[in-house]
């Protein structure tokens, strides 16, 4: 019985359907994610409402709100996109061993990907964070990890990892949120960031 119940097509039939039905809600949901994109790189965070959503995307309102019942809600989603996009390159090895530099060209890389989109979502998660509703990855601690491995000597300002962090935090952060409100064009943003990143003239060789 248990081998007839293995090979019974109609259990074989439901396994694909639900699989098929949990594919579909992914695409679906990425289709959102990339038609509110779409949206921001054309015009403001003000801009991207359930309706605006719907009709970039080509699905119904009552579908929006089935996937994101809230426009914070896909501010969130695609905010904590980047952060994981941050948080997974930091996890990647440093084959010269400087996990410092490697956390800040990855870092980088990622925020000026989308420059566009990604300057509305620093602005729009700031206002999140603000309220107290998103729970984020913290910088400071990933930053506090990578900074405890490297050499005492070798920390920017203190040889406590933590001060250290903190410190290169509070510089990144003003460089962030300038750069989001469009006082630095993404080379100046990536200059900044080095500059956090070393506490040093990043033109000084």
Sequence with gaps: MTAATATDPS??????????ARNEKIATRELLLESARTILRSGSL????????GNQSGMTRQT????????????KALSDQVITQVYEDLQL???????????????????????MVIRQLVLASALGRASGSWHQ?????????????????MRPVSTDPAVSARMMITYFRGALY???AGFYSDEEFEKQVRLAGRLSDPDVA
């Design 11 to 20: 259990s074989a039939r439901t396994v694909a359907r639900k699989r098929r």
């Design 93 to 115: 090895p440093s084959e010269n061993e400087d996990a410092l530099d490697h956390f800040v060209t990855k870092a980088i890389g990622v925020f000026v990907s989308d420059s």
């Design 64 to 75: 929006v709100y089935r996937y994101f019942p809230n426009t914070e809600s896909i501010f």
């Design 178 to 180: 300038g750069w989001a």
């Design 46 to 53: 003000f801009d991207l409402t359930a309706i605006s959503l």
């Design 137 to 153: 990855v913290d910088p400071e601690e990933i930053l506090i990890k990578v900074v405890s491995d490297m050499p005492a000597d």
